[in-house]
């Protein structure tokens, strides 16, 4: 089984507007910090689905972003997740209340703190290092341990 996604990284004053994910007790996020974003509806381009999604979570509009790589999640439970990854530093609006968890603009240097996925830790280095598109392959061992990552088809350290 497969799905399709978008995340996106909201820039503003240095700061990345972070999602803690609180609400759902079935949530593969639980009680982790993540970007905004989520699935697909049938015949969204990636860009769609980003503007959609980034409006229902936080109540902004995006007027300035970047497609910045694609992440092939690969859960160990039969699940794969491509997820296209997003940057953000322009848009208008009102910030609500989001239905999934608390918002929260957080320090760009310290979102490594925070409790992520180990694989987030990686693209959110490759956002921060590199301007380039990128392929990202993460495998998981079924639950939080990251056992492989691909950078652009090449295996890299964890």
């Given amino acids: 089984m497969y799905g399709l996604s978008t995340l996106c990284y909201i820039e503003r004053d240095g700061k990345y507007l972070m999602l803690h994910r609180t609400v759902k007790e079935k949530d593969v996020n ?25 409006k229902e979570e936080t109540g902004y509009t995006l007027t300035s972003y970047r497609y910045r790589g694609i992440v092939t999640f690969i859960s160990g439970n039969g699940v794969t997740e491509y997820m296209s990854l997003f940057t953000a530093d322009e848009f208008y609006g009102t ?64």
């Fill in 30 to 54: 639980k009680n982790k910090w993540i970007g905004v974003g989520g699935h697909f509806e049938e015949n969204e381009s990636p860009e769609e689905c980003l503007l959609r999604e980034v």
């Fill in 95 to 158: 910030q609500i209340e989001c239905d999934e968890g608390q918002l929260e603009w957080v320090d760009i240097d310290k979102v490594e703190n925070l409790e992520l996925w180990e694989g987030d830790k990686i693209f959110l280095r490759l956002l921060r290092d590199s301007g380039e598109f990128f392929s990202l392959k993460l495998v998981y061992d079924g639950h939080d341990k990251l056992i492989s990552a691909s950078l652009n088809g090449e295996k890299i350290d964890i």
